[in-house]
């Protein structure tokens, strides 16, 4: 089984820290813009018609921000173009301030199941400085709508002027309006993006901070019932992601709209970041992409490795054989022993151990090489 991203880049306004592909200023090019996403689903649809698709994720940018009629007849061409299974995880993601209930019912009727709802933070305050165009207030009514429902909440740490006290309130509230999956994700000021300049003033938590608020998460998470299972994903018994778990198990996917990224068989893709480039070849009947390569096996193999030692299952000895063939102990010997220290070394797997996961670049950069 594989999964579909489809990317809505479009956005009330750019907040701070964001350094994806998105537009604050284009919403007007909505219409034209499904009507091409809706093109390249039947273009991929053909080329991948011997593919099975078991989740779709609509991503952004913030789709909820556009009609959410757009949003129904793409999970309608979702579902004619590829063969999408009858229990497919099909999830939104949602900016709490753009959320009405007319969007929720619409959503419900054409068959979405989870929504991933930016939160971030609790504290009105550190929203307003992270360019957020919601409140806590938006949040507690956007909830109130999913009562009932699987609805993933994010949660970033690291903010200026953020406490684990904060960190452990925006938790509590999640969870109390019903969130089955929390999403803790530190803050990363990426190079030209608002939020770096504050980096560079040493205005933000430094790392020691970060790791104490991450800390103090885990442990409240874990007195709320969520189980992690992954480095930054924690949930309720039975709601993880499963369109997320296909990314960390190597699994393959297609990337439709803007700048969506695609990995099928051993080809790896990418769309334009130019939203007139990306209507210019989708119109003319030409996929729209700028970058391809075919990945080797060292490369598929480091990854698999990066990726699995992320979640708390690590790597499966007998999945790696079937994938890579031989020994993974065997071969991997001396980084086992060198990092031993940090690791629960079984008969069947190797993971990270609990209390080590939040620093696993460090440990995993020895797995790699070899």
């Known amino acids: 089984m594989a999964g579909i991203y489809v990317h809505i880049p479009f956005c009330k306004s750019k907040c701070r820290y964001c350094d994806f592909t998105s ?13 091409c996403v809706y093109r ?4 991929r649809g053909e080329q991948l018609k011997n593919y099975s698709f078991d989740t779709l994720y609509i991503g952004g940018g913030t789709p909820s921000v556009v009609d959410e009629n ?9 579902k004619k173009h590829f063969n999408l299974s009858e229990n497919a995880e099909i999830t939104i993601e949602m900016n709490p301030g753009t959320v009405s209930a007319r969007k929720i019912d619409m959503y419900l009727r054409c068959g979405i199941n989870r929504f991933s709802v930016g939160l971030q933070s609790a504290i009105d305050s550190q929203l307003s400085e992270l360019g957020r165009t919601h409140t ?3 949040f507690v009514t956007c909830a109130k709508l999913l009562k009932g429902r699987n609805f993933n909440v994010d949660v970033m740490i690291g903010l200026k002027g953020q406490t684990p006290d904060d960190v452990l309130k925006t938790i509590e509230v999640a ?10 994700y530190a803050l990363t000021p990426e190079d030209g993006t608002p939020i770096y300049t504050d980096y560079l003033n040493g205005e933000l938590p430094d790392g020691d901070e970060v790791a104490e608020m991450y800390a103090a998460g885990v442990k409240k998470l874990a007195e709320l019932g969520f189980a992690r299972y992954e480095v930054s994903n924690f949930a309720k018994k039975g709601r993880e992601s499963r369109h997320n778990l296909n990314y960390w198990r190597r699994g393959e996917y297609i990337g439709l709209g803007v700048s969506a990224s695609s990995c099928i068989g051993k080809l790896r ?8 480039e990306y209507f210019k070849c989708i119109l003319s009947g030409h996929f729209a992409v700028i970058d391809s390569e075919e990945t080797d096996k060292e490369t598929e193999e480091e990854e698999y490795i990066m990726l699995a030692l992320r979640t708390t299952a690590g790597i499966d000895y007998a999945d790696y054989t079937a994938r890579f063939g031989g020994d993974f102990a065997v071969k991997y010997a001396d980084a086992i022993e060198k990092t031993r220290p940090y690791m629960d070394v079984l008969p069947d797997r190797l993971r990270i151990k609990d209390e080590y996961l939040y620093v696993q670049n460090t ?7 070899k």
């Open 70 to 78: 757009y949003i129904a007849m793409l999970v309608a061409a979702a």
């Open 175 to 184: 969870a109390a309006f019903g969130a089955s999956h929390i999403s803790m």
């Open 40 to 43: 390249e689903m039947a273009m």
């Open 269 to 276: 893709f990418t769309n334009t970041f130019d939203l007139d």
């Open 136 to 138: 806590l207030n938006q």
């Open 363 to 369: 440990i995993i950069i020895e797995y790699f090489g």
């Open 23 to 35: 537009f604050p200023d284009k919403l007007c090019f909505a219409e034209s813009y499904m009507a």
